[in-house]
């Protein structure tokens, strides 16, 4: 075998590596190839190998020094590839004859610093210096261990050490069981929970299915339930709760679940759920109708309270829970009308009981009176007379042709009208126009309001039109009484500028209605109006009439010279009465329109004093002296209007002026 080996290693021609020879009959040993870098390693080798580099070593040293000259990897491997490498036939030979040595011994190699030493006693063999075939022809006995048999006092003295090693082998056997029995109940233990994992895998994996499927559901039917499922605390609250914001919100849910469900009903879908709900839905409603009724009915009942104010009600109690009688009217329309029935008359009944009161108050206040003996054409001396004739009582005394302060009445910036108790103790004494812009102020007021609140609670449940109309019932009676208070202060009076002062406050009131939108109120304003115009035109015909009866009054004979040297240029006292008079009425007339009917009634005033100073002035006999007349009373009445603005004045002006120029001359 080892001369099969050698052969086949020189047909090759290179050694085989020395990983892969085969197994040596010698036990393995570790060797150390010279230290590298200061450190001694071991690096374990076969015995074959070991015999092969003493082998080769015999023959020739200068192979193996060559190859401890390599700096990189072992010996062996560089004196395998080293091309003086001996003949192994020849190396064969010697080591088993030819040449008697020992085992090689490797020296240190001063190149690179590594140093091989092969012992005989590394390998347990001791050959005795002599050669393979000389140690089988040698008969020198090797020593051979011989297994010798104990004694009984060998036994005994081992025995202490065997059993200490027998109790100790039980006590491992014991734990050992006992491990034994652990490992056995862990592995019983191991697989139940491997069993319950696979379980809770097996109902992780359903519930999961069962989730995805519940997730599916969900998105289908969570927006219809959520559409049409009310809280239990929204039923809770309509049915038990106080009347507030919040009721209010709860019931605007259920409103909203209420149409939700008409409108799925409406698709024609068979939904067992609908059916369900839609009774239990039908008596939540019904019981919010009962509360809503029960709430407006005591409203209701308030404002027929003494001494209440019911735009404290209107907006607290009404206007903020205004939606309860829109849900109202949706569910139940003839409940609604019954409701809104009751609170028009309840309002009728309150209206015309508060301003029956106030027209009362105001009766009480003292009026100037002004009656037909006020007119222009009578002289201060036979009004005298009929004052001290007349059962009437006068008042203070006034003047009825001058206009005074009595315009503060419409630039006042008080918007607020008088009240009873005031009205009821004024002491002072007022002309008429003081009682009508009160109580009119205070009725427009009103009204303002209660159209406002009607169209706020009322609607959308209720037209404009349908409004409008509870609007007139509610202050058909009010309203009427507002125009027997406005007859009974015009009919016998003869204040042309109180008339036109009437009719002034009429106007702005007009415009302040136009500005807040309150447009029922106008068939009031224009009735009004309709009464204050045609007496306004009356009185000027009674001052046109007093004046024509004063000029048919003066003498038409011509004086005599003794007369006419008494005669005076100087103004009548009828002229600074119409003067006084015109410049009133034109100061109140700034901003008329061409309609009114002022001016008409100017120009027939203005042309029965013309008359009248014409008439007159043909009494004085010196024609100078006429001519001065008549321009001094002209001049007079420019002056008097002279300050006055707006077109109508303008116009009067012009028209003096020119009379004036034509007698000036």
């Given at each position: 075998m080892w001369l099969d080996r050698l052969s086949q290693s020189t047909q090759s021609g290179t050694p085989p590596p020395l990983s892969n020879r085969s197994y040596s009959p010698a036990p393995r040993r570790q060797t150390s190839l010279g230290p590298t870098a200061g450190q001694n390693a071991q690096r374990p080798f076969n015995l074959r190998s070991s015999s092969l580099l003493s082998v080769a070593s015999n023959d020739s040293s200068t192979s193996l020094l060559a190859s401890s000259k390599k700096t990189n990897g072992s010996g062996l491997k560089q004196s395998a590839t080293s091309p003086d490498a001996p003949n192994p036939l020849e190396v064969l030979e010697k080591v088993i004859g030819l040449e008697s040595k020992g085992l090689y011994k490797a020296s240190k190699s001063k190149a690179?610093?590594?140093?091989?030493?092969?012992?005989?006693?590394?390998?347990?063999?001791?050959?005795?210096?002599?050669?393979?075939?000389?140690?089988?022809?040698?008969?020198?006995?090797?020593?051979?261990?011989?297994?010798?048999?104990?004694?009984?006092?060998?036994?005994?003295?081992?025995?202490?050490?065997?059993?200490?090693?027998?109790?100790?082998?039980?006590?491992?056997?014991?734990?050992?069981?006992?491990?034994?029995?652990?490992?056995?109940s862990f592995q019983n233990d191991l697989a139940l929970v491997s069993a319950e994992i696979e379980t809770l895998q097996a109902r992780s994996t359903a519930l999961n299915v069962r989730l995805e499927n519940r997730k599916?559901?969900?998105?289908?039917?969570?927006?219809?339930?959520?559409?049409?499922?009310?809280?239990?605390?929204?039923?809770?609250?309509?049915?038990?709760?106080?009347?507030?914001?919040?009721?209010?919100?709860?019931?605007?849910?259920?409103?909203?679940?209420s149409k939700a469900i008409d409108a799925k009903s409406n698709e024609l879908r068979n939904i067992k759920g609908f059916k369900d709900l839609k009774p239990l839905l039908e008596n939540l409603i019904n019981k919010a109708l009962e509360r809503i009724r029960d709430f407006l009915v005591a409203q209701i009942k308030a404002l027929r309270s003494p001494n209440i104010n019911a735009q404290i009600?209107?907006?607290?109690?009404?206007?903020?829970?205004?939606?309860?009688?829109?849900?109202?009217?949706?569910?139940?329309?003839?409940?609604?009308?019954?409701?809104?029935?009751?609170?028009?008359?309840?309002?009728?009944?309150?209206?015309?009981?508060?301003?029956?009161?106030?027209?009362?108050?105001?009766?009480?206040?003292?009026?100037?009176?002004?009656?037909?003996?006020?007119?222009?054409?009578?002289?201060?001396?036979?009004?005298?007379?009929?004052?001290?004739?007349?059962?009437?009582?006068?008042?203070?005394?006034?003047?009825?042709?001058?206009?005074?302060?009595?315009?503060?009445?419409?630039?006042?910036?008080?918007?607020?009208?008088?009240?009873?108790?005031?009205?009821?103790?004024?002491?002072?004494?007022?002309?008429?126009?003081?009682?009508?812009?009160?109580?009119?102020?205070?009725?427009?007021?009103?009204?303002?309001?209660?159209?406002?609140?009607?169209?706020?609670?009322?609607?959308?449940?209720?037209?404009?039109?349908?409004?409008?109309?509870?609007?007139?019932?509610i202050f058909e009676p009010t309203f009427t009484l507002g125009q027997t208070l406005t007859k009974s202060l015009i009919n016998e009076t003869v204040d042309g500028l109180g008339l036109l002062l009437c009719v002034r406050i009429t106007q702005h009131f007009a415009f302040e209605l136009q500005r807040r939108k309150i447009p029922a109120v106008d068939g009031y304003i224009n009735g009004t109006s309709m009464l204050l115009w045609p007496r306004f035109q009356a009185i000027m015909d009674l001052h046109c009439e007093s004046i024509r009866l004063a000029a048919s009054s003066l003498s038409t004979r011509k004086p005599s010279a003794a007369e006419s040297a008494k005669?005076?240029?100087?103004?009548?006292?009828?002229?600074?009465?119409?003067?006084?008079?015109?410049?009133?009425?034109?100061?109140?007339?700034?901003?008329?329109?061409?309609?009114?009917?002022?001016?008409?009634?100017?120009?027939?005033?203005?042309?029965?004093?013309?008359?009248?100073?014409?008439?007159?002035?043909?009494?004085?006999?010196?024609?100078?002296?006429?001519?001065?007349?008549?321009?001094?009373?002209?001049?007079?009445?420019?002056?008097?209007?002279?300050?006055?603005?707006?077109?109508?004045?303008?116009?009067?002006?012009?028209?003096?002026?020119?009379?004036?120029?034509?007698?000036?001359?």
């Open positions: 690179n610093g590594i140093q091989d030493v092969i012992e005989e006693s590394d390998f347990g063999l001791d050959f005795e210096g002599l050669g393979l075939q000389e140690l089988v022809l040698s008969e020198t006995p090797v020593e051979v261990s011989v297994h010798r048999t104990q004694t009984v006092a060998d036994y005994d003295r081992e025995k202490e050490k065997f059993e200490d090693l027998h109790r100790s082998i039980r006590a491992c056997d014991d734990v050992l069981n006992s491990v034994e029995i652990n490992l056995t599916m559901v969900e998105n289908g039917l969570g927006p219809i339930v959520e559409e049409i499922s009310i809280a239990p605390a929204v039923v809770r609250k309509i049915v038990e709760g106080v009347i507030d914001e919040a009721w209010v919100k709860a019931l605007a849910e259920v409103e909203k679940r009600i209107q907006q607290q109690h009404f206007i903020r829970y205004k939606d309860l009688y829109a849900f109202l009217h949706r569910h139940h329309t003839k409940l609604a009308e019954e409701i809104g029935q009751a609170y028009i008359n309840t309002m009728r009944w309150y209206f015309l009981n508060q301003f029956t009161r106030y027209q009362k108050a105001l009766e009480k206040v003292k009026l100037h009176v002004i009656d037909r003996h006020d007119v222009l054409g009578n002289d201060d001396g036979t009004r005298r007379n009929n004052i001290l004739t007349s059962s009437k009582p006068t008042g203070p005394p006034h003047d009825a042709f001058n206009l005074g302060r009595r315009i503060d009445l419409l630039k006042t910036s008080s918007q607020t009208a008088l009240s009873s108790f005031l009205a009821e103790e004024d002491k002072s004494t007022h002309y008429l126009e003081f009682p009508f812009r009160n109580f009119n102020l205070a009725l427009v007021d009103n009204a303002s309001a209660e159209y406002s609140f009607l169209t706020s609670f009322f609607s959308p449940a209720l037209s404009y039109a349908t409004i409008s109309r509870h609007f007139n019932y005669q005076s240029a100087a103004p009548h006292f009828l002229t600074q009465r119409f003067g006084q008079f015109i410049s009133g009425i034109l100061a109140l007339s700034t901003e008329a329109g061409d309609d009114e009917p002022v001016g008409s009634s100017l120009g027939r005033l203005r042309n029965e004093m013309e008359a009248f100073l014409m008439k007159m002035g043909k009494g004085i006999g010196d024609a100078r002296k006429r001519e001065r007349f008549l321009y001094n009373n002209y001049s007079l009445i420019l002056t008097i209007v002279g300050d006055v603005e707006g077109k109508l004045a303008g116009e009067q002006r012009e028209h003096f002026e020119g009379l004036k120029k034509v007698f000036g001359e």
